[in-house]
């Protein structure tokens, strides 16, 4: 797990979805990468997002419910856990708690 992120770029332009329940700011690190560092509030039904770029989405805090691309199952991830969501594809999130994430890009 990602503890920290040294000698980065951050936008000061949050990333605001689903009326305010998922919000992230975009992270450039020094060797190129990019990265969200971000926070999912509690929602009442699965939010959908689409990726354009393959993502790793690692779990700081909270729990939540994540469904990838047309996969019928549901899978429980919690802080330590991580997921990997395809390019051009989507995954949805669920949860009654407060989620912070670390989103790795390409």
Do not use: A, W
Request: aromatic letters at 10%.
């Amino acid at each position: 797990m990602t503890s920290q992120l040294d000698f980065v770029t951050i936008h000061k332009k949050p990333n605001v979805y689903f009326q305010g329940r998922s919000i992230s700011y975009l992270i450039e690190c020094k060797d190129g990468s990019k990265k969200t560092l971000g926070v999912l509030l509690p929602t009442e039904k699965p939010l959908t997002f689409e990726t354009h770029v393959n993502e790793l989405i690692e779990i700081i805090s909270g729990s939540c419910e994540v469904r990838i691309g047309d996969d019928e199952e549901t899978y429980v991830y919690s802080v330590g856990d991580s997921f990997s969501v395809p390019e051009n594809s989507r995954f949805s999130m669920y949860s009654t708690d407060v989620v912070d994430y670390i989103c790795h890009l390409g």
